[in-house]
Each structure stands twice: as structure tokens, then as C-alpha cells.
T-cell receptor, first 113, second 113 residues
Framework: NAGVMQNPRHLVRRRGQEARLRCSPM?????VYWYRQLPEEGLKFMVY????????ESGMPKERFSAEFPKEGPSILRIQQVVRGDSAAYFC???????????FGPGTRLLVL | EDQVTQSPEALRLQEGESSSLNCSYT??????LFWYRQDPGKGPEFLFT???AGEEKEKERLKATLTKKESFLHITAPKPEDSATYLC??????????????FGGGTRVLVKP
């Protein structure tokens, strides 16, 4: 039973470019969450999605960041016009309809040059 | 606003030297408290969920307990492979809060042989 999958594992972008991070939840899970871990800081919630719906985006910056979880395919976290402060590890987690436990993927480490 | 504070920030133990990690929380209605383990460069790995004061969960050398204001993670006779950062997170009961986890800063544990 495959766990949460994220790709790419490492992503390097220059300032002003776009970053696209992908997350495939665990089999049978319909809830997806994105968290960010800045260097020397704790994990911070960004957004919570179910298929085709954004449920809670209270932790996501209002500008340049967007997230989607389409009917088919992985969830995407998109960062437009990246800046150096976006350099961080981005983790995706998933949970089932019935259980609240969130299972995390290996993360995508974004480095903005 | 939910607050989760973990102490100590770092802990150095000799192999076999038992110790406890603390997670104190302030939350408006606790739905669940979660413990995760995170190894360098990897995503958080789920350990335990605790739901009510007095509850205890065990797994190998780890035991988690919960009171109304804090949780403890006891490590009994640790081995070097127990070296990791241990994260505590809370989930609120209020539906409007969605399913976002609020994390503490973590405790970095190093077990020396």
C-alpha cells in the first residue's frame, strides 16, 4: 500500500519563476493538506482540500500561491514568481473520510536562487 | 489562537537512559493530539493519536500520555535508532477550524551509543 507520494523531491528555481509541487494521496484518502517547514521553524498549515474543493486556505499567502485537487490526478501546489523567502520544505499529507490521522509524504525541498 | 509548545528543544541521551518529552497546549476544544517522528530530510512519520485525558498509547520503547493541558512522550531505554525530531500537534473540535494540525517546534533527540 503506497504512502503519500510527492514530486519532485528537490526543486531549484530562480527568482521570478514558477514552482509546481505535486502530491498523490494514499490510496482511499480523499483529503489533502499542504504544510510548509521553513528553515529552523516548525510545520505550518497552508491549505486543506478535498476533491475539486478548497476547504480551508487560511494558512496560504494571499498572493502568488494557489492549490488545487482535481477530480483526476494529483493535488498541485503552485507558487508563481518565487522569491528567496519561499525556500522551504513543502509537505503534503492525506487522510481518509473516516479517520483524522494525517499521513505525510516525503516532502519537496524548494530552493530559490 | 492554538498554541503548542514542546520542551526541551534538544535532548542528548546515552543509550539506555530513559527520558520524557513534554508537549503543552492551549486549544479551544481538543479533538485529538498527535505525535510524529521526523528524521532529517524526511516527512513526519505518524506515531500516536490521543483523544482524552488519561489516555495512554505504547509502541516499542515509546509511550505517550495525555492530560488536560499537556502530553508526554516517554522513551524507555532508548537506542541510537530512536534519534530523531519528535513533533506534537493538536486538532481542534470546532468544525469551522477544519482539519488543520497546529504543530509545536519539536524536540530533537540524539541517543549516543
Amino acid at each position: 500500500n503506497a504512502g503519500v507520494m510527492q514530486n519532485p523531491r528537490h526543486l531549484v528555481r530562480r527568482r521570478g519563476q514558477e514552482a509546481r509541487l505535486r502530491c498523490s494521496p494514499m490510496k482511499g484518502h480523499s483529503h489533502v493538506y499542504w504544510y510548509r517547514q521553513l528553515p529552523e521553524e516548525g510545520l505550518k498549515f497552508m491549505v486543506y482540500l478535498q476533491k475539486e474543493n478548497i476547504i480551508d486556505e487560511s494558512g496560504m499567502p494571499k498572493e502568488r500561491f494557489s492549490a488545487e485537487f482535481p477530480k483526476e490526478g494529483p493535488s498541485i501546489l503552485r507558487i508563481q514568481q518565487v522569491v528567496r523567502g519561499d525556500s522551504a520544505a513543502y509537505f503534503c499529507a492525506s487522510s481518509s473520510q473516516r479517520q483524522e490521522t494525517q499521513y505525510f509524504g516525503p516532502g519537496t525541498r524548494l530552493l530559490v536562487l | 489562537e492554538d498554541q503548542v509548545t514542546q520542551s526541551p528543544e534538544a535532548l542528548r541521551l546515552q543509550e539506555g537512559e530513559s527520558s520524557s518529552l513534554n508537549c503543552s497546549y492551549t486549544v479551544s476544544g481538543l479533538r485529538g493530539l498527535f505525535w510524529y517522528r521526523q528524521d532529517p530530510g524526511k516527512g513526519p512519520e505518524f506515531l500516536f493519536t490521543l483523544y482524552s485525558a488519561g489516555e495512554e498509547k505504547e509502541k516499542e520503547r515509546l509511550k505517550a500520555t495525555l492530560t488536560k493541558k499537556e502530553s508526554f512522550l516517554h522513551i524507555t531505554a532508548p537506542k541510537p535508532e530512536d534519534s530523531a525530531t519528535y513533533l506534537c500537534a493538536v486538532l481542534r473540535t470546532i468544525k469551522a477550524a477544519g482539519n488543520k494540525l497546529t504543530f509545536g517546534g519539536g524536540t530533537r533527540v540524539l541517543v549516543k551509543p
